[in-house]
């Protein structure tokens, strides 16, 4: 039997670093997903192979080989597996081996989410062939625990997106809210290929602002505002305003120094193309940035963001969180 799995990457429209210190952010699925298959082996082991980036490990117990791809297979599958043998756990079928196939659109360390869509597919997929009923929540708090191995102080932003899909707001330690925008747009992303890590950049984040009080104050104040007023310009499917507000956005995530000078290029030349508005998305340091624009600019954007020197892609919102289903 074999089960397969599927969860979409997401974009962070506001609010960025800032949730992790309570403010709320404004997030989005997008339609890149993670797919993980899972079979059942007769053995004990747990083998796991990626397609993009293209590596595989076996875990047996303590025992651990690699079979390709040396650095993705440690840095990416282990993380995946151990999450694999949690769901196990919490599933009831500890010590089950099993064949893990990992088939991921989602670019890797760029800001849309990879890691938390691969672990949430991963672990709805390994649920479903347990032939457990699977409580979205649950799959998003096993995730959640493996976020937290990887970088210590994460908001939970990335697997409750990636695990209910929609556009959300999200706070931490609070419900998260669904919203219907008021009009479904397509969201122009640009990659600047250059990856970073998520970890490194929230710890310096919380350096600056431990360092600068006052200035904290103000900018966690000010990205709240953001926040919310973009929720507004959302909710009457104002395009513009949510354009404006996501300039000022990235002027904010500028001062506390995680936009680059590739990402600072991308967003200046989107602008310049027409779009309403243009800032970094994820962590910073790298990565990708995000803009929004009228139906007939769209394409001079992603042209301008082309010639830049990122790599642009039109993204839709995807409503539909994880899904799984079971092949005989
Ligand atoms: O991993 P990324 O690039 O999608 O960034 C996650 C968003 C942060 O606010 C930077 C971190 C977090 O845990 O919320």
């Not at 999450?83 to 991921?104: C, H, K, P």
């Not at 706070?171 to 122009?188: A, L």
Request: charged share 25%.
């Amino acid at each position: 039997m074999k089960s397969i799995a599927v969860a979409p990457a997401k974009v962070i429209l506001t609010g960025e670093h800032f949730v992790v210190y309570g403010v709320p952010a404004l997030v989005s699925a997008v339609d890149i997903y993670s797919k993980t298959a899972v079979s059942t082996r007769r053995d004990t082991t747990i083998v796991a192979r990626s397609s993009s980036p293209r590596c595989a490990i076996s875990i047996n117990g303590e025992h651990t080989r690699v079979l390709e791809g040396e650095r993705n297979a440690r840095k990416m599958l282990e993380p995946m597996i151990r999450v694999a043998q949690a769901a196990l756990n919490r599933f009831g079928s500890r010590n089950q081996g099993l064949n893990i196939r990992i088939d991921s659109e989602i670019p890797v360390g760029v800001g849309l989410g990879s890691s938390a869509a691969v672990a949430i597919s991963t672990i709805a997929a390994v649920g479903k062939l347990c032939k457990r009923r699977l409580y979205r929540e649950t799959i998003r708090q096993l995730a959640f625990g493996s976020e937290r191995l990887i970088h210590k102080i994460p908001s939970g932003i990335d697997q409750t997106i990636s695990t209910f899909g929609g556009v959300i707001v999200y706070q931490k330690e609070k419900p998260f809210r669904r919203i219907s925008p008021r009009q479904i747009f397509p969201i122009i992303v640009g990659d600047t290929g250059k990856r970073r890590s998520t970890g490194k950049m929230v710890s310096k984040v919380r350096t600056l602002l431990a360092e600068r009080d006052v200035f904290a104050k103000r900018a966690l104040r000010s990205a709240g505002i953001i926040s919310r007023s973009a929720l507004a310009a959302l909710r009457c499917g104002d395009l513009k305003r949510l354009g404006q507000l996501m300039n000022q956005n990235h002027e904010l995530l500028r001062e506390i120094e995680i936009s680059t000078t590739e990402l600072d290029r991308l967003v200046s030349a989107a602008r310049e193309a027409g779009a309403f508005g243009a800032k970094l998305t994820g962590a910073g340091g790298g990565g990708c940035m995000i803009a929004v624009a009228s139906s007939d600019c769209t394409s001079s954007v992603l042209q301008a963001i082309g010639h830049a020197g990122g790599t642009p892609y039109l993204a839709r919102m995807e409503h539909r969180g994880v899904r799984s289903w079971v092949i005989n």
